[in-house]
């Protein structure tokens, strides 16, 4: 009787899981149908352990191929975070110093021309704090550059720098220039090199450098013909460029500020780097604890979208209802990512879609918020 007795509470157990799965998954579903969404790649963690690593929909809408566990997205401005480890990593070998002048690192003299006498410090360039924008552009440093732009002034704004904040690709352009000169290695490899290899995860930024076929096709939704458009470009080769590249100059091609491709259930791994304030699974620091807590520090106290912001990483009360999440969200050519965690560091979530309409809810994409609501009810609020 009690060997019989074990055996029910198992089966039970066991059409528990599944119905709890199949449950989320119709969730899924009926998130991606009000979103129009192409495809998905969701990962929940939940002390420390992955529970759910699941993909939906289509990676090619034309050959409808479903996305792999193991198919890479470009995740757009994410990037950014690995640019800043990879700056923490230098600060704490003595290479650079968050203080330390952006001019002596890039080679020409960087400063508002409204706040001359005013520093720009490699801080302010982490927190988004340095009052410099993209209005001139942000795929070459010569858009500050007074040696070599006639509209350089442009890049400025008319407040002085650590007294506002403003979203700027243009700094992390220049973050991952100073990460190539400081570090003596081209921008992309070191950040294989040295984050991606110790973490034991597969991804990039040179096009050429990866398996193509792993690339889940992007694409924006077009509401008036109501149809998707395929966007190679967030996949381009820049062989040429590549091929002409001037170190220390060239740094841009590769996109710091947004240009890594990578899986989902591999972000996850570096999402548990950042919850284990900087060491990863495999029990190799990344950076110092002192370090990742600077990074998931609150430098700036209100953004753009009302949150705030530390290097590279963003503290939100809008992403799930009654917690505060930790991390960062990208979107470029249609792809739209986020990777968060939460305050106490005991849950995460990451969310890569190739496609969707684009529909906002409180500062984050709806099919984010409401991926994460779903993922937190089924797989971590139990």
């Excluded at 007795?5 to 059409?15: G, T, Y």
């Excluded at 990866?210 to 967030?234: C, M, Q, R």
């Excluded at 590769?254 to 029990?283: C, R, W, Y």
């Amino acid at each position: 009787m009690r060997k019989l007795f074990i055996f029910a509470v198992a089966l039970a157990a066991m059409f528990a899981c599944t119905s709890k799965q199949d449950q989320f998954n119709e969730e899924v579903k009926a998130i991606m149908e009000r979103n129009n969404n192409v495809g998905l790649a969701l990962v929940a963690v939940n002390n420390g352990q992955v529970v759910l690593n699941e993909t939906y929909g289509y990676k090619n809408l034309d050959t409808k191929e479903p996305i792999a566990k193991d198919d890479i997205f470009r995740i757009a401005s994410i990037s950014k975070s690995f640019c800043a480890t990879a700056v923490m990593q230098l600060v704490e070998q003595g290479k650079l110093s968050l203080d330390q002048d952006v001019s002596e690192l890039v080679g020409f003299e960087v400063r508002n021309p409204n706040f001359p006498d005013k520093v720009i410090t490699v801080k302010m360039l982490l927190s988004h704090t340095a009052s410099m924008s993209d209005a001139n552009g942000y795929f070459s440093l010569n858009a500050m550059n007074p040696d070599s732009s006639a509209t350089w002034k442009q890049a400025w704004n008319n407040y002085a720098p650590e007294t506002g904040y403003e979203y700027c690709n243009l700094g992390f352009n220049t973050l991952g220039t100073i990460v190539e000169r400081v570090s003596g290695e081209r921008y992309d490899q070191y950040i294989v090199n040295h984050i991606l290899n110790p973490i034991g995860v597969y991804g990039g930024y040179e096009v050429l450098s990866l398996d193509s076929t792993k690339f889940v096709n992007i694409y924006t939704w077009d509401g008036e013909k109501g149809e998707y458009i395929h966007k190679p470009a967030a996949y381009a080769k820049r062989a040429e460029e590549i091929a002409n590249y001037a170190f220390g100059v060239s740094t841009p091609v590769f996109s710091p500020t947004g240009g890594l491709k990578i899986s989902a259930q591999d972000l996850a791994q570096v999402m548990k780097m950042h919850m284990n304030l900087g060491t990863a699974e495999n029990g190799t620091q990344i950076i110092s604890k002192e370090s990742a807590e600077a990074m998931q520090s609150i430098v700036a106290p209100k953004t753009d979208e009302g949150d705030a912001y530390g290097f590279a990483i963003r503290t939100s009360n809008q992403l799930l209802d009654g917690h505060t999440m930790i991390g960062h969200t990208g979107s470029a050519y249609g792809v739209y990512t986020s990777m968060f965690w939460n305050k106490d560091r005991n849950f995460g979530f990451v969310v890569m879609t190739n496609g969707c309409n684009g529909r906002y809810d409180n500062n984050f994409m709806a099919i984010h918020r409401e991926c994460v609501a779903a993922m937190h009810k089924y797989f971590v609020a139990e």
